[in-house]
């Protein structure tokens, strides 16, 4: 049960990448011609809805919905966080040193929306919603009980890249409820298409990573033989 619920996490965080990136490229030699259209350099990648809890100077619990997010490395394991300076949640994670990353499923796609609407700084976001904080058992930030995932992360390290500042944080412990060992629906996560400003959600499953790309590499080798 374990591996199946270590598997479902992998997928909602690694879904970011998935997304679709599009470009012009042309063969030489009268080769067949690539009609894609280029969108220029623009963002069009859909990624997955994190909301990152974090708790203020004075220990105030608050959440942010954001898209800018990825895993980015095993070992250690660690994910990114891309903020704004003037968000709440920069400036939390910058004075307590830790996030924690909170994966909403389908059910509760209008609380992670409105996480991303206001400011902590001017409400309380949980009280208004109505979820329940929890505070983490390895770092100093809180997680939302009614989520079916939460990761807790150590900040290592942090980059400024122009308008955001990346936040490297040290996966902890990864937190999920026992229900998903099974339930396909437990972890049935959202994705933002930032273009578009919608939200989708995970569609079937297509095929078994590490496994079913081996069809090619056995019609290569039945080629050779």
């Known amino acids: 049960m374990k591996n199946k619920i270590t598997l479902h996490i992998i997928v909602a965080l690694l879904v970011g990448i ?12 009268g080769k067949a011609m690539d ?22 100077k004075d220990g105030k619990p608050n ?14 394991p660690c994910v990114t966080v891309s903020l ?5 949640t920069y400036h939390n994670i910058m004075e307590r040193k830790a996030f924690t990353v909170n994966i909403p499923s389908k059910n509760y796609i209008k609380e992670a929306d409105y996480f991303g609407t206001v400011s902590g700084k001017e409400v309380d976001k949980l009280a208004a919603t109505g979820l329940t904080p929890i505070k ?24 400024e890249l122009g ?7 040290e996966i902890m412990d990864v937190k999920a409820d026992k229900t998903m060992g099974d339930n396909k629906e ?12 919608n939200y989708y959600g995970l569609g079937e499953n297509l095929g078994k990573a590490f496994s079913i790309g081996k069809e090619i590499t056995n019609s290569q080798t039945n080629r050779i033989k």
């Not at 308008?163 to 944080?169: D, N, P, Q, R, S």
């Not at 049935?188 to 930032?194: G, H, Q, T």
Request: charged content about 20%; overall charge positive; some cysteine.
């Open 18 to 29: 998935n997304g679709f990136a599009a470009e012009t490229n042309q063969q030489n030699g």
């Open 35 to 56: 009609k894609k259209t280029s969108l220029g350099a623009e963002i069009s990648l859909m990624t997955p809805v994190w909301v990152i809890g974090s708790y203020d």
């Open 63 to 76: 959440m942010m919905t954001a898209a800018w997010v990825g895993i980015c490395c095993s070992k250690p």
């Open 84 to 88: 704004r300076k003037a968000t709440y």
């Open 136 to 159: 983490g058992d390895h770092v100093d930030a809180p997680y939302i009980k009614e989520f079916p995932v939460s990761v807790e992360c150590k900040l290592v390290n942090t980059l």
């Open 163 to 169: 308008l955001h500042t990346m936040f490297i944080g």
């Open 186 to 197: 437990a972890l049935n996560m959202l994705i933002f298409d930032p273009k578009q400003r």
